[in-house]
């Protein structure tokens, strides 16, 4: 399917406060000055940074995402983020339903899924993250895991127009420094059935899916040659400016030269 840009993002956990979020994208800005309008941006930085880095940014073609949100627009939520205040900031992008959100905070499919509906009808576009754990991948249900996750978190969606989603693939095992890098055809499976489901769900909109877990300068161009894979949700390796951009700059002519020979196909 048809893509304009790839689309390359990180999420920067709980690591960068505001005064090093602020001096990374800076670097970012000024080292992808040349290639920002080939390729399709996102940082998803701390909340307390998001003001900031919104102000540093402004038109500037990275985009900004928020780690998460509650669905409510207001109420009594104590240290809870709403899509009202992400939106006064000007985010465009939040993420849904991250492994450590569901692991560590025992997020639930059904919560991800009012996530998803509020930030939809907020006008922000959702990450919605999936992904089986080691003991899911060892039972054999993998594909039922990840089709739970994407029918209960995209229940009741509708009327999506391109661009308004975004899924990523990020299997729990394959996540952070004790993970494990998946195998490129163990990806290229998964996002297959990924693309099934939601070619059921949304056969007119081409939603982008992402792969993410581990991914570095060495397995980047293993993923992104696969197809389905629209684009890298990447976490360490991207949180050094000048390692991010030598990622990009790597994949990119890889992934542009893969858009070119879909194209000739169709
Ligand atoms: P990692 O993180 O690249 O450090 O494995 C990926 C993620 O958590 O999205």
Redesign the pocket.
């Known amino acids: 399917m048809m893509r304009n840009k790839l689309l390359i993002g990180t999420?920067l956990?709980m690591y960068k406060g505001v005064s090093d979020t602020c001096q990374y994208l800076e670097s970012l800005k000024a080292l992808t000055a040349d290639i920002v309008d080939q390729v399709s941006i996102f940082v998803i930085p701390s909340y307390v940074a998001l003001d900031q880095a919104s102000k540093l940014l402004q038109s500037q073609a990275i985009m900004l995402g928020a780690q998460n949100m509650h669905h409510e627009q207001a109420g009594q939520y104590t240290g809870e983020i709403s899509p009202v205040m992400l939106k006064e900031l000007g985010i465009k992008v939040v993420e849904i339903g991250?492994?450590?959100r569901r692991q560590i905070f025992n997020e639930t499919d059904e919560e991800e899924n009012a996530k998803i509906l509020s930030a939809l009808s907020h006008g922000l576009t959702p990450l919605l993250?999936v992904g089986e754990t080691t003991q899911q991948k060892s039972f054999g249900i993998v594909d039922e895991v990840l089709s739970t996750q994407l029918k209960i978190g995209l229940h009741g969606v509708s009327e999506l127009s391109s661009n308004q989603l975004w899924v990523?693939y990020?299997p729990v095992w394959?996540?952070?420094?004790n993970?494990t890098p998946a195998e490129p055809n163990y990806v290229k499976e998964r996002h297959a059935f990924i693309r099934s489901i939601l070619n059921r769900f949304f056969p007119n909109i081409d939603i982008p899916i992402l792969y993410?877990?581990?991914?570095n300068q060495e397995n980047a161009i293993d993923f992104i040659t696969l197809p389905n894979v629209d684009g890298l949700?990447?976490?360490?390796?991207a949180w050094e400016a000048e390692k991010f951009d030598q990622l990009i700059r790597k994949t990119l002519p890889i992934w542009q030269e893969k858009e070119k020979n879909d194209a000739e196909v169709r």
């Open positions: 999420n956990k991250h492994s450590e993250c990523a990020e394959a996540i952070g420094v993970g993410g877990g581990s991914v949700f990447i976490g360490r390796s």
